[in-house]
């Protein structure tokens, strides 16, 4: 069974139509990564997939759960961490956690138990018993992830989980996310950085406009993409003139002294174009390889800048 699925998603506001028929299949214990421009309609599937507003049209389920029939059961079944952290800086991050069990009914001996692993379980232990105002923002969004686990979600959306963070913290929330999902949890992930997508998506979804106009693995779409090339650096212009003459394809640059060969990236094409130049004794001072990421699959599929925060 899918964790999540959706047929014909429609929402609009005013003569606004936000999503134009949307279709979703999330596979359970996989993370699952929406990109879209702002505007796309990133939050708004997400709202609707949360049970926090009703769709105009078509069906979704969440963990075996109607959103529409059945919202009570889809809210017990899920976690959402927000961009913005939903840690109380007043209290303790032991505190914090304990709201939650208390929230979720564990009682008193069970949500002790659980507070204390989930501490551990996040590398909070040390500074459990310390407001949360004195945590850093990678230790913050370490304990809003903690909180989200109290009830033991069988789907969290993470919206924007590093957003601010440092390289060192970033890293830090993906083997958390990592950790989650080994433990059989389906994660909905919307963010910013395509490099996060690429790192921890299992499938990507593309929404531009209200619609999915792509999905698959990160390689998937990558491969759907051209522009993969090699760039040629040359000292002397002859240089530059010959190699061109040779290879008739590429596109020059003569102030830089460089040449943009296509190139599907493979160990053999690469081989193939520089023996090719070796036997013709042309002289290359440098190369480089480029292949499409998914910044160029974003904007490929979009033809907007990847700025693919919140909508």
Known sequence: ????????????????????????N??????????????????????????????????????GHDVARDP?????????????????????????????????????????????????????ADAADKPAS????????????????????????LDEPTTGLDPRGRRAVWDIVRRIVAGGVTIFLTTQYLEEADELADRIAVLDRGRIVAEGTADELKRRIPGGHVLLQFNELRELESAARLIGSASR????LALRVPNDGSVRSLKALLDRLDQNAVEVE???????????????LTG???????S
């Open 253 to 256: 640059d003569g102030e830089a």
């Open 26 to 63: 999330v596979p359970r214990g996989t993370v699952f990564s929406l990109l879209g421009a702002n505007g796309a309609g990133k939050t708004t599937t997400v709202k609707i997939l949360s049970t926090l507003i009703r769709a105009d049209g078509g069906t979704a389920a969440v963990a």
């Open 134 to 157: 004195t945590y850093s923002g990678g230790m913050r969004r370490r304990l809003d992830l903690a909180m989200t686990l109290v009830g033991s979600p069988q789907v969290i959306f």
């Open 286 to 300: 440098s190369l480089s390889m480029h292949t499409p990421d998914l910044d160029d699959v974003f904007l490929a």
């Open 1 to 24: 069974m899918n964790a999540i699925k959706a047929t014909g998603l429609r929402r609009s506001y005013g003569d606004h139509e936000v999503l134009k028929g949307v279709d979703l």
């Open 304 to 310: 907007k800048p990847e700025t693919v925060a919140h």
């Open 72 to 124: 009570d059961a889809v809210r017990k079944a899920i976690g959402v961490t927000g961009q913005f952290s939903a840690v109380d800086n007043l209290l303790t991050g032991r505190e914090n956690l304990k709201l939650m069990a208390d929230l979720n009914h564990l009682g008193r001996a069970g949500g002790k138990v659980k507070v204390q692993s989930l501490l551990e379980q996040f590398d909070i």
